[in-house]
């Protein structure tokens, strides 16, 4: 029998690099993706298409998008607006992550709107790309707990996503974006959504805050979740929120998921050399907790 399969998204070009005290220039995020790509990572998200003053280390995704390495590789942006549609359709971006928070304060602090204005955004953006024949996922930020309002209701995010998918979201991105929650809650609120939508609309995105990122990624895996946000080297972290971490790690996610018997497609000794890329690129101290130990023991990974 041929092992199932998992999806891994690398965030670290955007969610790892918005929030870094060094910003990298075009050319650096673009040798961090070359790196992921040569590591056969088939879903990458490559930045965000938002206002430059707000997050500066954005600035230049258009650029980026004009000379990325070509192959069957799905590569999307972030955009939180009407604007951010607008700019990444003008460079070609085939593949857009509309995000929403599941809390009001959330919203006005990231996207300076409240969460019924956003919607209405969200309404508008998902109609116009499915007329103009573009692939748009959404994302629920703070699904779980919201650093200004607390616990989030699993109640308003299963409404978000209904409503979400109704307006025309090819899938959805379940985010605790403070890495807040804990695996018991992940797989409440999972297998509720999965009841409600179905595994295969859905994506998972972890930060490791309280170092539980994995232990979320294995209860949503047991919740039925085959598709997963993670970022190269452990890096990320948002702007707008207060105290959160960076992303589980892409190598220690695929790691446990190969140890699992998944098949992520993903060559784990190339992907370590992407953590060391992202590691010199930033001067952050990355993350990916099993590095150390996989970097002496690729060969039990080897693919025969
Ligand atoms: N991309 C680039 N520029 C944008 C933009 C976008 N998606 N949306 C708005 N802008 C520009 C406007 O053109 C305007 O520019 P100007 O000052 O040169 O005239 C400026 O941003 C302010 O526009 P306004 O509509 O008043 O936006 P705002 O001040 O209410 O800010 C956002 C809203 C969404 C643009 C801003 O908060 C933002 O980009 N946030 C980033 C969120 C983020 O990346 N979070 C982390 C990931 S979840
Ligand atoms: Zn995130």
Same mark, same amino acid.
């Given at each position: 029998?041929?092992?199932e399969?998992?999806?891994?998204?690398?965030?670290?070009?955007?969610?790892g690099?918005?929030?870094?005290?060094?910003?990298?220039?075009?050319?650096?995020?673009?040798?961090l993706? $070359?790196a992921?790509?040569a590591?056969?990572?088939?879903?990458?998200?490559?930045?965000?298409?938002?206002?430059?003053? /707000?997050?500066?280390a954005?600035?230049?995704?258009d650029?980026?998008?004009?000379?990325?390495?070509a192959?069957d %590789?799905?590569y999307s942006?972030l %955009?939180?607006?009407?604007?951010?549609?607008?700019?990444?359709?003008l460079?070609?971006v085939?593949?857009?992550?509309?995000?929403?928070a599941?809390?009001?304060?959330?919203?006005?602090?990231?996207i300076?709107?409240? #969460?019924?204005?956003?919607m209405?955004?969200?309404?508008?953006v !998902?109609?116009?790309?499915?007329?103009?024949?573009l692939?748009?996922q959404?994302?629920i930020?703070?699904?779980w707990?919201?650093?200004?309002?607390?616990?989030?209701?699993?109640?308003?995010?299963?409404?978000?996503?209904?409503?979400?998918?109704e307006?025309g979201?090819?899938?959805?991105?379940?985010?605790?974006?403070?890495g807040a929650?804990?695996p018991?809650?992940?797989?409440t609120?999972?297998?509720?959504?999965?009841n409600?939508?179905?595994a295969?609309?859905?994506?998972c995105?972890f930060?490791?805050?309280?170092?539980?990122?994995l232990?979320?990624?294995?209860a949503?895996l047991?919740a039925g979740?085959?598709?997963?946000d993670?970022?190269?080297?452990?890096?990320?972290?948002?702007?707008?929120?207060?105290?959160?971490?960076?992303?589980?790690?892409?190598e220690?996610?695929?790691?446990?998921l190969s !140890?699992?018997?998944?098949? #992520?497609?993903?060559?784990?000794?190339a992907?370590?050399? /992407?953590?060391?890329?992202?590691? $010199?690129?930033?001067?952050?101290?990355t993350?990916?907790?099993?590095?150390?130990?996989l970097?002496?023991?690729t060969?039990r990974?080897?693919?025969?």
């Amino acid at each position: 029998m041929s092992a199932e399969t998992v999806v891994v998204n690398d965030v670290g070009p955007r969610d790892g690099l918005q929030n870094q005290p060094r910003v990298l220039t075009p050319a650096q995020r673009l040798q961090l993706i $070359e790196a992921l790509v040569a590591a056969q990572v088939k879903h990458i998200e490559v930045g965000s298409f938002v206002s430059p003053k /707000a997050v500066p280390a954005m600035a230049g995704t258009d650029e980026l998008f004009a000379q990325l390495p070509a192959g069957d %590789i799905e590569y999307s942006a972030l %955009i939180p607006n009407r604007k951010g549609y607008e700019l990444a359709k003008l460079a070609g971006v085939r593949s857009m992550v509309l995000v929403v928070a599941a809390s009001n304060t959330m919203n006005e602090k990231n996207i300076r709107m409240s #969460t019924d204005d956003a919607m209405a955004v969200c309404a508008e953006v !998902l109609s116009q790309a499915r007329s103009d024949g573009l692939a748009m996922q959404a994302c629920i930020a703070t699904a779980w707990e919201c650093p200004f309002e607390g616990a989030v209701d699993a109640g308003v995010v299963s409404g978000l996503a209904a409503r979400l998918l109704e307006h025309g979201a090819s899938r959805l991105v379940i985010a605790d974006t403070i890495g807040a929650a804990n695996p018991a809650q992940v797989r409440t609120l999972m297998q509720r959504l999965v009841n409600e939508v179905g595994a295969g609309k859905l994506t998972c995105h972890f930060h490791d805050t309280r170092a539980m990122g994995l232990a979320n990624a294995y209860a949503a895996l047991e919740a039925g979740i085959r598709r997963f946000d993670a970022s190269i080297g452990g890096l990320g972290g948002c702007p707008f929120a207060p105290g959160a971490t960076g992303n589980v790690a892409t190598e220690d996610l695929v790691m446990m998921l190969s !140890l699992m018997g998944f098949e #992520t497609g993903i060559d784990l000794d190339a992907l370590i050399a /992407a953590g060391q890329l992202a590691g $010199e690129l930033t001067s952050a101290a990355t993350g990916g907790r099993a590095s150390p130990w996989l970097r002496r023991n690729t060969h039990r990974f080897a693919r025969h």
